[in-house]
């Protein structure tokens, strides 16, 4: 069993930024692969980005590259998104995702709100 927990987000001006935690929980964490996600009102849910716990190896979608950073700190089981130059279409619920292959496990944290104001 994994928890996930989000915080950090909240109501930003265009071209601001934001930095949101992910504070996990478990056994195993290691194992898992952390992605971060958006929802934004009437839209499917859409990834963001993704690191792995030991290796370090990130992937970004393409509306965020060079402005998002992913990245973690295996001391406190936390990993992070440094959201900079926000932009309006930014705005969504920010998911933290855990995902484990053998066997497949995912976990959903609980999501937290980012508005980016124009």
């Known amino acids: 069993q994994v928890q996930l927990v989000e915080s950090g987000g909240g109501l930003v001006q265009a071209g601001g930024s934001l930095r949101l935690s992910c504070a996990a929980s478990?056994?195993?964490?290691?194992?898992?692969?952390i992605s971060w996600f958006r929802q934004a009102p009437g839209k499917e849910r859409e990834f963001v980005a993704v690191?792995?716990?030991?290796?370090?190896?990130?992937h970004y979608a393409d509306s965020v590259r060079g402005r998002f950073t992913i990245s973690r700190d295996n001391a406190k089981n936390t990993v992070y998104l440094q959201m900079n130059s926000l932009k309006p279409e930014d705005t969504a619920v920010y998911y933290c995702?855990?995902?484990?292959?053998?066997?497949?496990?995912?976990?959903w944290g609980q999501g937290t709100q980012v508005t980016v104001s124009s």
């Open positions: 478990g056994r195993a964490l290691s194992s898992y692969v």
């Open positions: 690191t792995t716990w030991s290796g370090g190896t990130t």
């Open positions: 995702k855990a995902d484990r292959i053998n066997p497949i496990t995912t976990y």
